[in-house]
């Protein structure tokens, strides 16, 4: 059973980089597309990043754009958000997703894991 495992969040002040990590368990993170969603309380999640097979693309969503970085290493089975320059809206359990094509529509991701926090004070 594929599972996927994120690590990294904390409380940051506002300004603050973070850089959160996902592992994949029981499957080979190269044969999927991998990403991060977003979700802060009461609104629907948000597509954050995304990166194909061998991370010759990626994909941002408009609020992070030039702020966040996506990457992966194949050889390690993971997937990282470097996030810069971090707002108090960027306040959110982040979700680390994967699925054999890229997209930007969380329902698009059969597989999700657990999410991690992350606060950002003002």
């Known amino acids: 059973q594929v599972q996927l495992k994120e690590s990294g969040g904390d409380l940051v002040q506002a300004g603050d980089s973070l850089r959160l990590s996902c592992e994949l368990f029981?499957?080979?993170?190269?044969?999927?597309?991998m990403g991060w969603f977003r979700r802060a309380p009461g609104k629907d999640p948000e597509f954050v990043a995304t990166i194909a097979f061998t991370g010759a693309v990626k994909q941002y969503g408009d609020s992070v754009r030039g702020r966040f970085s996506i990457s992966r290493d194949n050889a390690k089975n993971s997937v990282y958000l470097q996030m810069d320059n971090l707002r108090p809206e960027d306040t959110a359990v982040y979700y680390c997703?994967?699925?054999?094509?890229?997209?930007?529509?969380?329902?698009?991701?059969?597989?999700w894991g657990q999410g991690t926090q992350v606060t950002v004070s003002p």
């Open positions: 997703v994967a699925d054999r094509m890229p997209s930007s529509q969380a329902r698009r991701y059969g597989l």
């Open positions: 029981g499957g080979t993170a190269s044969s999927y597309s």
